[in-house]
C-alpha cells in the first residue's frame, strides 16, 4: 500500500512539470484507513508546495488531518522561502506518520526537514518508492548539485543514422506522433538550445505548439552572431523570450537584435564557452535544457561533459548518402572502447518511430 499511495503522490507531483523551476516537482498524498482523504501537489513557482495543498484540499472536503499518513515525495522543506515551511504545516496537523520518497539535496533542507519532524513525534520513514521519486526531480537534483541545468541532448535520425538527406532536407524525419513528443518536451524545460547552424539550415521556430503547452527560453549558441534578422526567431523574440550567445563584443551589431526583443549574451574569445553559458542558465534558475541541435553543438556539449541524458527518436526509413548528415560532428571518438556509453535505457514507440532514451 505504501508504493501504491507514492505512486499516486508522483502522478499528481508530474502535472507541475514545467511551471515549478527552479522547485522541484513533488506530490502529496494524506491517508486515513487506507483511503485517501486529501492530496495535492506544487503547482507553479511560488505556490502552495504539495504537502499544504493536500492538507487544503483535506479542510474542503470537511475533513481533518489528524492522526492521518502523509505520503510525499520529496523530503518536506524546513525554511522559509516563496512559502513557509511545510514541516510547521505538518506538525500544526497532528499527522501521525510521514512516508518520504526522496531526501532533498538542498542544503537549506538535506535531513533537516525528516530531523525536524521527527523531533516532532512524527514517525518518518524514508527511501519509499525512491528509485522513482528521484528519477521525478533528476533535473533538480543536478542544478542543485552543480548549479547547471540537466541537460538533455535530443535529436532524430533515420535508421541509417541520418539526420537529414544529403540535399540538407530533413522535414520531416519522424511522424507526428513523435513531434508531439518532442513538444511536450520543450513545454516541460526551462530552455531550449540550438545551435547557428540548424537556425541557418533549418529556420526553426522552437515553440511548443500543443494545446495549454508553454514556451522555454530559446538559446542560440551563435559565437559569430550571424543570426538572421529575418529569421524565425528573431521575428518572434517580442513574443518568446530568445538569447543569442555570441562572442561578438561590438554593441553596435547587438542593436537590432535588441530591438527585435533579443538578449544578446557576450562571452570572451572566438566560441562562446558552453559551461559558463549552462551556469549562466542555472543562475536564472533554469533547471533543464533541451538541445535540438546540430551536430557540433551536441558533439561539444557531450564531449566535455556536460550532456546528462540523451534521446535518439529513430525513424522506420533509409535515406543513404555518403554526405549527408548524422547526429553528432567533431572528431569523434577514436576507438570503441572510448564510446559515450548510456544507462538506464528505455524505448518507446511513437506510432511507427521508436525513440531510445538512456541516461550518460
Not at 499516486?8 to 513533488?26: D, F, K
Not at 532533498?104 to 520513514?125: C, F, M, Y
Not at 530568445?242 to 557576450?266: F, I, K, P, Q, W
Amino acid at each position: 500500500m505504501h508504493e501504491t499511495f507514492m505512486r499516486r503522490a508522483i502522478s499528481l507531483a508530474e502535472r507541475g512539470r514545467g511551471h515549478t523551476a527552479p522547485n522541484p516537482l513533488v506530490g502529496a498524498v494524506l491517508v486515513r484507513d487506507g483511503k485517501i482523504i486529501g492530496e495535492g501537489f506544487h503547482a507553479f513557482y511560488g505556490g502552495l508546495h504539495a504537502e499544504r495543498a493536500a492538507l487544503e484540499d483535506c479542510f474542503q472536503r470537511g475533513l481533518s488531518p489528524a492522526g492521518a499518513s502523509l505520503y510525499v515525495t520529496l523530503e518536506p522543506c524546513c525554511h522559509t522561502g516563496k512559502q513557509p515551511p511545510c514541516t510547521e504545516a505538518i506538525l500544526a496537523a497532528d499527522i501521525r506518520a510521514v512516508f518520504v520518497g526522496s531526501s532533498d539535496p538542498n542544503p537549506l533542507v538535506a535531513g533537516k526537514g525528516i530531523a525536524a519532524l521527527r523531533q516532532g513525534g512524527i514517525a518518518v520513514t524514508e527511501h519509499v518508492s525512491e528509485s522513482a521519486c528521484d528519477a521525478l526531480n533528476a533535473p533538480f537534483f543536478h542544478h542543485i548539485r552543480t548549479g547547471l541545468p540537466f541537460v538533455l541532448l535530443k535529436y532524430a535520425m533515420t535508421l541509417d543514422g541520418k539526420t537529414a538527406c544529403a540535399s540538407g532536407a530533413s522535414r520531416w524525419i519522424t511522424g507526428e506522433a513523435a513531434r508531439e513528443e518532442v513538444h511536450r518536451t520543450r513545454a516541460a524545460v526551462g530552455a531550449v538550445m540550438v545551435g547557428i547552424n540548424t537556425v541557418l539550415q533549418d529556420d526553426p521556430l522552437l515553440t511548443c505548439r500543443i494545446p495549454g503547452g508553454r514556451n522555454p527560453l530559446r538559446v542560440v549558441c551563435d559565437s559569430g552572431l550571424r543570426t538572421p534578422l529575418d529569421s524565425a526567431l528573431v521575428k518572434t523574440a517580442a513574443e518568446v523570450p530568445t538569447l543569442l550567445a555570441c562572442c561578438v563584443s561590438d554593441t553596435a551589431r547587438h542593436e537590432a537584435y535588441l530591438a527585435a526583443g533579443c538578449e544578446v549574451l557576450t562571452f570572451p574569445g572566438r566560441r562562446v564557452d558552453l559551461r559558463a553559458l549552462l551556469t549562466s542558465l542555472g543562475a536564472r534558475g533554469i533547471n533543464e535544457v533541451l538541445v535540438e541541435g546540430g551536430a557540433e553543438l551536441g558533439w561539444a556539449l557531450l564531449s566535455a561533459g556536460l550532456v546528462q541524458r540523451v534521446q535518439a527518436y529513430i525513424a522506420p526509413k533509409l535515406f543513404g548518402g555518403k554526405n549527408a548528415p548524422s547526429a553528432l560532428g567533431g572528431t569523434g571518438v577514436p576507438y570503441p572502447i572510448d564510446a559515450f556509453a548510456l544507462k538506464n535505457m528505455h524505448i518507446r514507440s511513437f506510432g511507427a518511430d521508436v525513440r531510445i532514451e538512456g541516461d550518460l
